[in-house]
């Protein structure tokens, strides 16, 4: 087992690194970063200023040193329209896209799975027929366009809920959220309800067939029993994967809900970054968004390495 | 001896993508309490679906019951399995009735401690206090001969060897004291020194228990060793029952007949070839219209393709499925 | 009937599938496909998405650049304001929004389809070689995959559309490139489980040359993973290409694509709703029918599964 941690935390920052890489030659894909960076207007004297100031003139081994030398301690430079260091905004808008994304993931969770479950237990009825539905919708509505059907729909026609911007409810200093994550959430976890539906209903048709169900079966144990406690049980484990890589995609996946909805996360700032073409803060920003999905993914793998005895207790 | 089942015309078949498999055509036999029944066959032949049939076990979309009776006499009277609510079927699988997996790898839960399998069992039908299922648990799995009982209780099952784990099956299937327990082919997955162990223990179980086993292999030299009376199964029917000694000796069935001239002699000539029953069984999409044994029977005559054989009396609890006389060695 | 003398010979029934021949395979892909109805329904979906690509010009009644300021902002066909001259009414400028619409399938069928075939065509190339030699380089190639596998998509794919600007070319490269991983793992597990198989060597010590083992039994193995993966990525990319489009990285604005569409339409979406509501649809319809179609390629091209009869 720890053989197991040790080789997956070696193989994460292999690839934080090679994310430092990915991320630093980006901007040098068009040969001149600086370009990207100013307005048409700006006169060769004001890009040759900038140019220096950004050290964009340097050698590139030493402009990656540097980087990653930055990277290291936090420092991904300076936002070019906030005047600010990059990390800083990113962490103070961190809150809110952990919010959104969290409440979405519980959503999907709380639908998902007692759906899956329902529709593998009883193939053919209703509840399958709902579930395979409900798997379908979240394969092919672009959220995007949900969010906006969703704001017309419950904002504009029914009032229930704002249209945009985040709401908080200021508790013993705490930020807690309020019904403007609602919303936004369902329209961010709507392909991950998708997903759990599937992978619960097809977990669950999989493990039925196993021989250890039948055993089950073979003891007299009652169906509830045996759904929860041996089927479900091992659907679980897989599961963790699942709802691990989602969680992922959900943080670093809501820009267009963020956009939509107003909501001050880290995707919002992306899509700012990118309309003010304020490239150091994209690139602080792809750096960041993989830093959270590697670092799930590794918490999400020791969680599996956990929870399975068989990895747990391997020899 | 009375019979503690009576299993009489059995009829399963599979409802399938290519058609309807006939997996039993009217299998009938009977167990005594305390016997050791064993049934052995080829892959195919419906050893374990039979025994599936009686507990209800098959996955019920494909496969379908159709006729039959199976009379179990259990301690309030006889009752047909066959024919059970779901309350009373579950009362009699695992209570009445134990059953030993094949591999007791993919049988076990992976991710369930072994003592925690053994207690759901015994909770569900003796319902004791927490403690007091546990207790037995443990004294279980010292019967079944796991040295350091007490420790092994929270371990699972991949952390065992092969032969450990079956007796961990075998615990299971006893652990609330059934009148019945169907061995399905324990050992065919264990080496043949593992293979011994787990038929002593089966046997030092039974005798202390008092429970009547059927053991399902396709290995005659383990009948030999502990069954008191054989069924031998061809597609799906019951061709020849027979207390152990006379089927070896005079086996009635052509396809008994075969079996045992395919065994592997150790004082054999070099250089002989091995024996084998020439053909392959019948596919079962269809039902039988005559003796199913019949194209690679090299007694067969006209009427074994006119019509299905009943089941004749050839002894003292024997019984043949063939038109022809093996003893006077001329058709009946 | 079968004679009783076919019967002494073998108890086995011939299997009756075992025709061969191009009409007879197609005839049982189209008894398969009126089986199960899903597979045709998303078929034709495709098709109709296909057709209004193909025929867009013949198909919509405007010409989806042609502003008409006077019947700006009208309505669908069925409300008070709206009627049959713009079935789906028009948009900000004046736009007809159904033959945008058709004309938009355009953009999204060029870069799904031909972005799926250059991360397909690579990818296979890729895994081949990777599975096939194995070692170092195969080390090398898998650290790549799972380094491109482990990024946040979305961030990247938006990182890079905005440093590359806009344009159709660029974006089918984009989607392109960024899925050769995906068809890369793909094939070179199915190396990998052919050559663990001993099937390599059994083959090679009867004589066949490698070319004849790549080409006779590895490839027919993969085309089935491979058209219903490839189906599923392409409605994919259609689904990033309109994200992209609604940040207007994807194709300029005068070029009728959903993305752009919904991008117009979501600063009015208080007041004129429909103008983001219909490209949405065909985004959905698209995808749908092609996730049907892909359901149904994988039930048909897996062996394995087989279905009970009830």
Known sequence: MQRYILSRMVQSLLILLGVLFIVFFMLQLTGDPVSLMVSRNASPEQVERLREEMGFNRPLIIQFGDFIGGALVGDFGMSLRHRQPAMKLILERLPATVELATTALLIALCIGIPLGLLSGSNPGSFWDTLARGAGLVGQTIPNFWLALILIVVFSVELGWFPTFGRRTWEVFGMELPTKSVILPAFSLGLFTTGQLVRFTRSAVLEIKNEDYVRTAYSKGLKDNQIYLRHILRNASIPLISIVGVQFGYLLSGSIYIETIFSWPGIGNLLAEAIGNRDFALVQAIAFFASLVVVTLNLLTDIAYGLADPRIRYGD | ?332 | MADTADIKETGLIVDQAADTGIRAKLIYLGRLLWRDKTGLVGLSMFLIVVISAVFAPVLAPYDPLKQDLRAAKQPPAWSEKGDLSHPLGTDNLGRDILSRIIYGSRVSLTVGFFGVLIACSLGLLIGLIAGYLGGRVDNVIMGLVNLILALPYLVFVVFIAAILGQGLIIVILIFGFTDIPIFVRITRGEVLRIRESGFVEAALSIGSTRKRIIFNHILPNLIGPLITIATFEMSAMIFYEAGLGFLGLSVPPSVPSWGNMLATGRKYLTIYPWIATFPGLAIVFTGLGMNLLGDWLRDVLDPRLRRMKK
Not at chain 2, 9 to 14: G, H, K, P, Y
Not at chain 2, 84 to 102: D, N, T
Not at chain 2, 198 to 208: A, G, V
């Open chain 2, 1 to 332: 001896m009375s019979a503690i089942l009576t299993v009489k015309d059995l009829v399963t078949r599979f409802y399938t993508f290519d058609g309807v498999v006939h997996a039993l055509n009217g299998v009938s036999f009977h167990l005594d309490q305390g016997e050791t029944l064993a049934i052995v066959g080829e892959s195919g032949s419906g050893k374990s679906v039979t025994m599936m049939s009686l507990l209800n076990l098959l996955p019920m979309p494909p496969a379908r019951i159709e006729d039959g009776e199976a009379i179990f006499e259990d301690d309030d009277g006889p009752i047909d399995l066959l024919k059970l609510s779901k309350p009373e079927r579950r009362r009699v699988r695992g209570g009445k009735v134990g059953y030993i997996f094949q591999d007791a790898l993919s049988a076990l839960n992976p991710v369930m401690t072994v003592g925690r399998q053994i207690r759901e069992s015994i909770m569900e039908h003796l319902n004791p206090g927490e403690k007091a299922a546990r207790d037995r648990t443990i004294q279980l799995l010292e019967h079944v001969g796991i040295p350091g009982a007490k420790s092994r209780y929270g371990n699972y099952p991949h952390q065992f060897s092969g032969g450990m784990r079956q007796r961990v099956m075998i615990a299971v299937a006893i652990a609330c004291d059934p009148k019945i327990v169907i061995a399905d082919e324990p050992t065919t997955a264990l080496d043949v020194t593992v293979q011994a162990q787990i038929i002593e223990l089966t046997k030092r179980i039974q005798d202390k228990l008092g429970i009547a086993v059927i053991w399902i292999t396709h290995d005659l030299g383990v009948v030999a060793g502990i069954a008191d009376r054989v069924l031998v199964m061809y597609a799906g029917s019951a061709v020849e029952i027979s207390p152990v000694d006379r089927l070896y000796e005079h086996p009635q069935h052509p396809y008994t007949e075969g079996l045992l001239a395919a065994l592997p002699r150790v004082g054999a000539k070099r250089g002989k070839r091995l024996a084998s029953i020439e053909g392959a069984p019948p596919d079962l999409l269809e039902p039988p219209r005559h003796c199913q044994f019949a194209w690679r029977c090299p007694y067969n005559f006209d009427r074994c393709w006119a019509s299905v054989p009943p089941l004749f009396e050839v002894g003292d609890g024997h019984y043949t499925k063939c038109y022809y006389d093996m003893d006077q060695e001329r058709p009946r």
